[in-house]
Nanobody, 116 residues
Framework: QVQLVESGGGLVQAGGSLRLSCAASGSIFRIATMGWYRQAPGKQRELVATITSAGSTNYVDSVKGRFTVSRDNAKNTVYLQMHSLTPEDTAVYYC??????????WGQGTQVTVSS
């Protein structure tokens, strides 16, 4: 089981930036597809971005051009750089690891609040 710990959330004004980090335990990180999800109050959790072990990335349309997902395998860490934040980005952001085609691990989440 991979353990994930997110950090970097907080309160930011609209138009601002934040960088989220997710530190993973164990060597599984190197083969895992890592993802960032978010869940706003009253809404379902949605996929924001993913990055494969090979570095291929994918984004939900609403964040394309504003968010960048990256990973540092030497540090077992995945990042989500967020720019041009809007109040609609307010949510709890969760880190996810998918590995061995069947396993899923989640972090505890970090709150991002964007004020208008």
């Amino acid at each position: 089981q991979v353990q994930l710990v997110e950090s970097g959330g907080g309160l930011v004004q609209a138009g601002g930036s934040l960088r989220l980090s997710c530190a993973a335990s164990g060597s599984i990180f190197r083969i895992a597809t890592m993802g960032w999800y978010r869940q706003a109050p009253g809404k379902q959790r949605e996929l924001v971005a993913t990055i494969t072990s090979a570095g291929s990335t994918n984004y939900v349309d609403s964040v394309k051009g504003r968010f960048t997902v990256s990973r540092d395998n030497a540090k077992n860490t995945v990042y989500l750089q967020m720019h041009s934040l809007t109040p609609e980005d307010t949510a709890v952001y969760y880190c996810n690891a998918k590995y061995w085609n069947a396993y899923d691990s989640w972090g505890q989440g970090t709150q991002v609040t964007v004020s208008s």
